[in-house]
Nanobody, 123 residues
Framework: QVQLVESGGGLVQAGDSLRLSCAAS????????MAWFRQAPGKEREFVAV????????FYTDSVKGRFTISRDNARNTVYLQMNSLNPEDTAVYYC????????????????WGQGTQVTVSS
């Protein structure tokens, strides 16, 4: 079992930055691929970014490339999402998720989820 707890969300203005954190506990964190998904009101949950277990590779959805950075600290059992140049279209609940290899962008493939943290970007 893996427990995931997100933090760092909030209300910001367009152009601002936020850093989300996801603290994991339970089974060995370092063996899991970690991802961020988001869900805006009235929309389906969408993939944002994923980092493989070693931190050696990352993948992003096109709309956040160059603005968001996913990283992890296996010693602290934590994954991060640095979000820069935020715009109102980034407003959503952001979820952290974990899965064993192989890597995936599909939410149904993920075994464990956090409770989510709200990010609201005003124009």
């Amino acid at each position: 079992q893996v427990q995931l707890v997100e933090s760092g969300g909030g209300l910001v203005q367009a152009g601002d930055s936020l850093r989300l954190s996801c603290a994991a506990s339970g089974r060995t964190f370092s063996g899991w691929h970690m991802a961020w998904f988001r869900q805006a009101p009235g929309k389906e949950r969408e993939f944002v970014a994923v980092i493989i277990w070693s931190g050696g590779s990352t993948f992003y959805t096109d709309s956040v490339k160059g603005r968001f950075t996913i990283s992890r600290d296996n010693a602290r059992n934590t994954v991060y999402l640095q979000m820069n140049s935020l715009n109102p279209e980034d407003t959503a609940v952001y979820y952290c998720a974990a899965k064993i290899p192989p890597v995936s962008r599909v939410s149904d493939d993920y075994n464990y989820w956090g409770q989510g943290t709200q990010v609201t970007v005003s124009s």
